[in-house]
Nanobody, 119 residues
Framework: QVQLVESGGGLVQPGGSLRLSCATSGFTFSNYAMRWYRQAPGKERELVASITNNGVSTNYADSVKGRFTISRENAKKAVYLQMNSLKPEDTAVYYC????????????WGQGTQVTVSS
């Protein structure tokens, strides 16, 4: 059974930091690119950050470049999102995604964790 479980969300003041974690099981983690998405109320889900299966390459949305860092530990089957200098506009539900594409595409999702940036 595939599971992705996010944790680490919460309420933080502007300028603060949070570290999100995503623990996974039920699939070959080291074969999958991992991504963090977010969805704010009334908005579409957007890709925040991604990392290749081997951790060599990362990409970020322009809105979070220089503030967020994605990383992974294949031995622990986990992916992380370090979020610094948080802004109110970062408020959203953050989702962990596992993505694999060859002749078929596989996408697995977590249930999401709420991040609220407010004074």
């Amino acid at each position: 059974q595939v599971q992705l479980v996010e944790s680490g969300g919460g309420l933080v003041q502007p300028g603060g930091s949070l570290r999100l974690s995503c623990a996974t099981s039920g699939f070959t983690f080291s074969n999958y690119a991992m991504r963090w998405y977010r969805q704010a109320p009334g908005k579409e889900r957007e890709l925040v950050a991604s990392i290749t299966n081997n951790g060599v390459s990362t990409n970020y949305a322009d809105s979070v470049k220089g503030r967020f860092t994605i990383s992974r530990e294949n031995a622990k089957k986990a992916v992380y999102l370090q979020m610094n200098s948080l802004k109110p506009e970062d408020t959203a539900v953050y989702y962990c995604n596992a993505h694999f594409q060859s002749f078929r595409t596989f996408d697995y999702w977590g249930q999401g964790t709420q991040v609220t940036v407010s004074s």
